[in-house]
């Protein structure tokens, strides 16, 4: 990524926001929000997760290209907890206004709600997409060192020995885990799972050979992948991805219908005034033609999306649904 | 060996530009005030400065968010010599007899043993990164959850007679901080346990607002009122006085040794951190002392250790990172995320594909840490007048500092509750002479005992023998038995003794 292609000033822009947002905090607030004049003041944008994250560094660039067009500074704040659920839930509590966005997930906004019975927030009721900005597949990977070549290599193995291949994951509840499970599902194979606090111990015991397999992150597992550490089996979209052009889809490996992808949005609080989401559509779709920002999802795997408000909540209800399905069929409710 | 200098000569060329050396002056110096100011540690400083690496080359932005986070060693004994209080959660055990020095008039000759076993710590380590960092970062993959275990519990057993006084208080404490660390997500379930269905509490209690809490806010409750002397400003401010005298150079040496291959060794690891190393170091030198019953009162060992083995625990931290892409602790995820903004995405290729990068960033931590060592020295006599603000301005500012670090370190709102809860339980364990340091570290070790735990008898499908089986675990845990056995063999050999004398009576 080019670092030296941003507006001149910027950073004095940011500051300057900061200042602006600490005074404008002394003063009532002018005014129902409405579409004209938005924004008058910083609009954040809430990473559910540490800083330093695929989603913090994705929320971080679309911050950089919205901000101009909005005419105000977008701030990134990082509200890690829960897996997500600490900064979705503080973003479903914000005010309706568009000032406060959300950078939710997979797991966020759409497993968290299947999984958990005592969330305080419920995703489809709760936010009013924006957009749904990206989508990547993951992928199967075992260590460069191991036996399994194929993924029929890995279902024989699995149905000749129940409860015995391992498979990591950065948790519970994460895509990783559940596109795991999906896979145990419909290959009828019954493999363990290790959950971790975190990728990066699960990519530690990976490549400690301690784990037979992970269904990773794109982004994490293709440096390992290219420094011929990890041998990828399967990509588990629907179609094969550009950034491993030879390796086959689950599906096309003999998992017929196998289709499953993380994927990353912008949301505002249920109640967003129209007119707020569309100008907010509006800029941050037009940010995901930049020629920086594409260049960045093409390095990092990620497949541009830009769904319509309307379009995202019906790809999210369907995702409620798929993993819902796969949650009853493993048992895998919490509380 | 040509291409080891060729490497060195390209490192030094890239950290000895004005723009590399510029930022490492910025990193380091930020990184020290963070370390000093207690509460604010360098995961908030870093996080903060996330964003303005943006606007720079991804080799000096490295260079300076590593600076604030080995600055900030250096920092963080500070404010535990000085007031008993930790300036970053990792420094708590420096508290144990860096304050007592202070009250004894010593504070500048720990403050100055503390800036050295800090050099001799992290130059330990940056030559392990130099020479070895792919081969340890390779050795370390062979650490599995079963000898994750076995080095925890050689940890715990090492450091139960980490405080003074009644050995079942402080056994006690440790309960208590191991039932602390049980709050949170369960890694292997997801359930959440002992949140009482707060969501703040579902990553568990935030070790920061612990620590903080614990030994920060407890220690100002403690004077008030209590009209407490502070700590004796040394009179004699002079180079010559805080440097130490011949015998007490032979008294340092050693433990900073120790620590630095302690440090060094834990830092490797991902997922422990210096935490654990200086606590390991402080236990380990307590073990092997002449006369165990100095520690506490103002021991140099006390200070020398872990100050040298959590400065090498960072800089090792950068090995598993740097040669294969695991960042061991948040920190150095912030930092990987630093590198991945710039389209650079660390992992087992990239000190043969980044070499101006990785040797630039290594050799800026020769230069960062003699800017500290040099920055240091003289400040000693600056930090030391500190004590003369009265307590009455001074306390206020630092709860401040306290409930600001913790605020920051996660956004979180919550986590000053849970600083001023701590700093109430603190104060009363006080009252009743209940030691604060196993708390911390039950707290710190008790959740990845657990985890390693389960992980080790998922992954071997419930075998107990995987920990006896395997190696390394076994070493370890061979390691632990010798040590208990040490520590009962005066009891045992005592009652050996009276039974025979008992049957020779007979």
Same mark, same amino acid.
Request: charged share 15%; aromatic share 10%.
């Given at each position: 990524m080019r670092h030296d292609k941003f507006a001149p000033g910027t950073r004095r822009g940011v500051l300057a926001g900061l200042a602006l947002a600490a005074a404008t905090a002394l003063l009532p607030l002018a005014g129902p929000a409405a579409a004209q004049g938005f924004p008058e003041r910083p609009v954040t944008i809430v990473v559910p997760f540490p800083p330093g994250g695929s989603t913090d560094l994705l929320a971080r660039q679309i911050a950089e290209k919205i901000s101009a067009p909005l005419g105000q500074p977008v701030v990134v704040e990082n509200r890690a907890g829960a897996g997500g659920a600490v900064g979705a839930n503080y973003v479903a509590r914000s005010d309706p206004d568009g000032y406060t966005l959300l950078m939710g997930v997979t797991g966020s906004n759409a497993i968290s709600s299947v999984l958990r019975d005592d969330l305080p927030y419920e995703p489809l009721k709760d936010?009013?997409?924006?957009?749904?900005?990206?989508?990547?597949?993951?992928?199967?990977?075992?260590?460069?060192?191991?036996?399994?070549?194929?993924?029929?290599?890995?279902i024989a193995f699995a149905q000749e020995n129940p409860q015995t291949f391992t498979h990591g994951s950065p948790g519970i509840g994460t895509s990783m885990h559940l596109t795991g499970e999906l896979f145990g599902l419909e290959t009828g194979t019954e493999l363990v799972h290790v959950p971790y606090a975190g990728s990066a111990a699960a990519m530690q015991d990976l490549l400690g050979g301690q784990l037979d397999a992970m269904f990773a992150d794109l982004l994490v597992s293709s440096e390992y992948i290219s420094g011929g550490r990890l041998r990828a089996l399967a990509v588990t979209s629907a179609a094969r991805h550009p950034m491993l052009p030879d390796v086959p889809t689950v599906a096309e490996a003999g998992v017929e219908g196998f289709a499953a992808t993380s994927w990353q949005g912008v949301f505002a609080p249920a109640g967003t005034p129209e007119p707020v989401l569309d100008r907010l559509y509006e800029v941050v779709t037009a940010a995901l033609t930049d020629d920086d920002l594409k260049a960045f999802f093409a390095e990092r795997g990620f497949m541009v999306e830009g769904r319509t408000p309307a379009a995202s909540q019906e790809f999210i209800a369907a995702e409620i649904d798929k993993w819902g399905k796969v949650v009853d069929a493993a048992g895998l409710k919490t509380n | 060996m040509e291409g080891f200098l060729a490497n060195v000569g390209l490192g030094l060329a890239t950290a000895f530009s004005p723009v590399s050396l510029l930022f490492c002056f910025i990193g380091v110096t930020v990184g020290m005030g963070v370390g000093v100011l207690p509460g604010i540690g360098p995961l908030a400083a870093i996080s903060l400065a996330l964003p303005l690496t943006y606007y720079v080359d991804p080799t000096s932005a490295?260079?300076?968010?590593?600076?604030?986070?080995?600055?900030?060693?250096?920092?963080?004994?500070?404010?535990?010599?000085?007031?008993?209080?930790?300036?970053?959660?990792?420094?708590?055990?420096?508290?144990?007899?860096?304050?007592?020095?202070?009250?004894?008039?010593?504070?500048?000759?720990?403050?100055?043993?503390?800036?050295?076993?800090?050099?001799?710590?992290?130059?330990?380590?940056?030559?392990?990164v130099m020479g070895f960092a792919p081969a340890i970062a390779e050795a370390a993959l062979a650490f599995g959850s079963a000898e994750y275990f076995s080095v925890m519990v050689l940890g715990l057993v090492a450091a139960s007679t980490l405080s003074v006084g009644s050995p079942l208080k402080g056994l006690a404490m440790v309960v208590f901080g191991l039932a602390l660390g049980l709050c949170g997500t369960d890694v292997n379930t997801g359930y959440f346990r002992y949140t009482f269905g707060i969501l703040e509490l579902s990553d568990g209690?935030?070790?920061?607002?612990? $620590?903080? !809490?614990?030994?920060?806010?407890?220690? #100002?409750? %403690?004077?008030? /009122? =209590? @009209?407490?002397?502070? &700590?004796?400003?040394?009179?004699?401010?002079?180079?010559?006085?805080?440097?130490?005298?011949?015998?007490?150079?032979?008294?340092?040496?050693?433990?900073? $040794?120790? !620590?630095?291959?302690?440090?060094?060794? #834990?830092? %490797?690891?991902? /997922? =422990? @951190?210096?935490?654990? &190393?200086?606590?390991?170091?402080?236990?380990?030198?307590?073990?092997?002392?002449?006369?165990?019953?100095?520690?506490?009162?103002?021991?140099?060992?006390?200070?020398?250790?872990?100050?040298?083995?959590?400065?090498?625990?960072?800089?090792?931290?950068?090995?598993?990172?740097?040669?294969l892409g695991i960042p061991g602790d948040a920190v150095m995820a912030v930092l990987m995320g630093a590198m991945m903004l710039h389209g650079i995405i660390p992992g087992p290729s990239f000190i043969a594909e980044q070499p101006a990068m990785f040797w630039g960033l290594v050799m800026s931590f020769w230069v960062g840490n003699l800017v500290l060592l040099v920055l240091n020295i003289p400040l000693i006599g600056l930090w030391v007048r500190l004590l003369a603000i009265p307590y009455r301005l001074l306390y206020p500012a630092i709860l401040v500092f306290i409930c600001?670090?913790?605020?920051?370190?996660?956004?979180?709102?919550?986590?000053?509750?849970?600083?001023?809860?701590?700093?109430?339980?603190?104060?009363?364990?006080?009252?009743?002479?209940?030691?604060?340091?196993?708390?911390?570290?039950?707290?710190?070790?008790?959740?990845?005992?657990?985890?390693?735990?389960?992980?080790?008898?998922?992954l071997s499908r419930g075998n107990l023998a995987v920990f006896a089986e395997r190696p390394i675990s076994a070493v370890f845990l061979a390691l632990t038995l010798g040590l208990l056995a040490l520590s009962f063999s005066p009891m045992i050999r005592r009652r050996f003794r009276r039974a025979r004398a008992a049957a020779g009576e007979d």
């Amino acid at each position: 990524m080019r670092h030296d292609k941003f507006a001149p000033g910027t950073r004095r822009g940011v500051l300057a926001g900061l200042a602006l947002a600490a005074a404008t905090a002394l003063l009532p607030l002018a005014g129902p929000a409405a579409a004209q004049g938005f924004p008058e003041r910083p609009v954040t944008i809430v990473v559910p997760f540490p800083p330093g994250g695929s989603t913090d560094l994705l929320a971080r660039q679309i911050a950089e290209k919205i901000s101009a067009p909005l005419g105000q500074p977008v701030v990134v704040e990082n509200r890690a907890g829960a897996g997500g659920a600490v900064g979705a839930n503080y973003v479903a509590r914000s005010d309706p206004d568009g000032y406060t966005l959300l950078m939710g997930v997979t797991g966020s906004n759409a497993i968290s709600s299947v999984l958990r019975d005592d969330l305080p927030y419920e995703p489809l009721k709760d936010f009013a997409p924006v957009s749904l900005v990206v989508s990547a597949p993951l992928v199967l990977v075992v260590n460069a060192e191991s036996e399994f070549t194929s993924v029929a290599d890995v279902i024989a193995f699995a149905q000749e020995n129940p409860q015995t291949f391992t498979h990591g994951s950065p948790g519970i509840g994460t895509s990783m885990h559940l596109t795991g499970e999906l896979f145990g599902l419909e290959t009828g194979t019954e493999l363990v799972h290790v959950p971790y606090a975190g990728s990066a111990a699960a990519m530690q015991d990976l490549l400690g050979g301690q784990l037979d397999a992970m269904f990773a992150d794109l982004l994490v597992s293709s440096e390992y992948i290219s420094g011929g550490r990890l041998r990828a089996l399967a990509v588990t979209s629907a179609a094969r991805h550009p950034m491993l052009p030879d390796v086959p889809t689950v599906a096309e490996a003999g998992v017929e219908g196998f289709a499953a992808t993380s994927w990353q949005g912008v949301f505002a609080p249920a109640g967003t005034p129209e007119p707020v989401l569309d100008r907010l559509y509006e800029v941050v779709t037009a940010a995901l033609t930049d020629d920086d920002l594409k260049a960045f999802f093409a390095e990092r795997g990620f497949m541009v999306e830009g769904r319509t408000p309307a379009a995202s909540q019906e790809f999210i209800a369907a995702e409620i649904d798929k993993w819902g399905k796969v949650v009853d069929a493993a048992g895998l409710k919490t509380n | 060996m040509e291409g080891f200098l060729a490497n060195v000569g390209l490192g030094l060329a890239t950290a000895f530009s004005p723009v590399s050396l510029l930022f490492c002056f910025i990193g380091v110096t930020v990184g020290m005030g963070v370390g000093v100011l207690p509460g604010i540690g360098p995961l908030a400083a870093i996080s903060l400065a996330l964003p303005l690496t943006y606007y720079v080359d991804p080799t000096s932005a490295l260079i300076m968010l590593a600076g604030i986070f080995y600055g900030a060693q250096y920092g963080g004994s500070t404010a535990s010599i000085l007031l008993n209080l930790p300036g970053t959660a990792t420094s708590a055990v420096t508290c144990l007899d860096g304050y007592p020095m202070a009250q004894k008039g010593q504070a500048a000759l720990a403050l100055f043993v503390t800036a050295i076993n800090s050099f001799a710590g992290c130059s330990f380590a940056i030559l392990l990164v130099m020479g070895f960092a792919p081969a340890i970062a390779e050795a370390a993959l062979a650490f599995g959850s079963a000898e994750y275990f076995s080095v925890m519990v050689l940890g715990l057993v090492a450091a139960s007679t980490l405080s003074v006084g009644s050995p079942l208080k402080g056994l006690a404490m440790v309960v208590f901080g191991l039932a602390l660390g049980l709050c949170g997500t369960d890694v292997n379930t997801g359930y959440f346990r002992y949140t009482f269905g707060i969501l703040e509490l579902s990553d568990g209690l935030s070790l920061i607002a612990v $620590a903080m !809490g614990l030994f920060g806010v407890a220690e #100002i409750l %403690a004077n008030i /009122g =209590t @009209g407490a002397a502070p &700590a004796l400003a040394p009179r004699d401010l002079s180079f010559r006085a805080m440097l130490p005298t011949r015998a007490e150079w032979k008294q340092i040496w050693a433990p900073t $040794a120790r !620590g630095a291959v302690i440090g060094s060794f #834990i830092g %490797a690891l991902p /997922g =422990t @951190g210096p935490g654990i &190393a200086s606590f390991m170091a402080y236990a380990f030198e307590k073990r092997i002392a002449k006369d165990p019953s100095r520690f506490g009162k103002g021991a140099l060992e006390g200070i020398s250790a872990p100050e040298a083995a959590n400065n090498a625990s960072v800089q090792a931290a950068f090995i598993p990172t740097l040669s294969l892409g695991i960042p061991g602790d948040a920190v150095m995820a912030v930092l990987m995320g630093a590198m991945m903004l710039h389209g650079i995405i660390p992992g087992p290729s990239f000190i043969a594909e980044q070499p101006a990068m990785f040797w630039g960033l290594v050799m800026s931590f020769w230069v960062g840490n003699l800017v500290l060592l040099v920055l240091n020295i003289p400040l000693i006599g600056l930090w030391v007048r500190l004590l003369a603000i009265p307590y009455r301005l001074l306390y206020p500012a630092i709860l401040v500092f306290i409930c600001i670090g913790v605020y920051s370190a996660s956004n979180n709102v919550f986590d000053i509750w849970v600083v001023l809860v701590f700093g109430l339980i603190g104060y009363g364990m006080r009252q009743f002479h209940y030691p604060a340091a196993p708390v911390l570290l039950g707290f710190i070790l008790g959740p990845l005992l657990e985890e390693h735990f389960r992980r080790a008898l998922l992954l071997s499908r419930g075998n107990l023998a995987v920990f006896a089986e395997r190696p390394i675990s076994a070493v370890f845990l061979a390691l632990t038995l010798g040590l208990l056995a040490l520590s009962f063999s005066p009891m045992i050999r005592r009652r050996f003794r009276r039974a025979r004398a008992a049957a020779g009576e007979d």
